[in-house]
Nanobody, 114 residues
Framework: VQLVESGGNLVQSGGSLRLSCEAS????????MNWYRQSPGKERELVAL???????DTPASVKGRFTISRDSAKNTLNLQMNDLKPEDTAVYYC?????????WGQGTQVTVSS
């Protein structure tokens, strides 16, 4: 199992970014897939999830701004982030739990300037 994130960048407040997580060794449609983020001095927090049936959820802090999706043809997980704010600055990770094992990507840095 391997997860490789991409798409992080420096963006101005109010801008948009699209993160991708290329998965290998399993099918992204078969498991709950998650995006987390972590900024310095803070705990890692969940920002979006998508279940095998396609249902999604996001916390109040990003609701209406972040959208999670899957690309079955590319076996990829995506995160569309709009109206970015300086407090969204963090390293973003994709995650999957298969049986009892947690798998994480290496992370991609998102920096939002004010």
């Amino acid at each position: 199992v391997q997860l490789v994130e991409s798409g992080g960048n420096l963006v101005q407040s109010g801008g948009s970014l699209r993160l991708s997580c290329e998965a290998s060794g399993f099918n992204v449609n078969s498991y709950r897939m998650n995006w987390y983020r972590q900024s310095p001095g803070k705990e890692r927090e969940l920002v979006a999830l998508i279940d095998p049936d396609g249902s999604t959820d996001t916390p109040a802090s990003v609701k209406g701004r972040f959208t999670i999706s899957r690309d079955s043809a590319k076996n990829t997980l995506n995160l569309q982030m709009n109206d970015l704010k300086p407090e969204d600055t963090a390293v973003y990770y994709c995650h999957v739990r298969i049986t009892i094992t947690d798998y994480w990507g290496q992370g991609t840095q998102v920096t939002v300037s004010s």
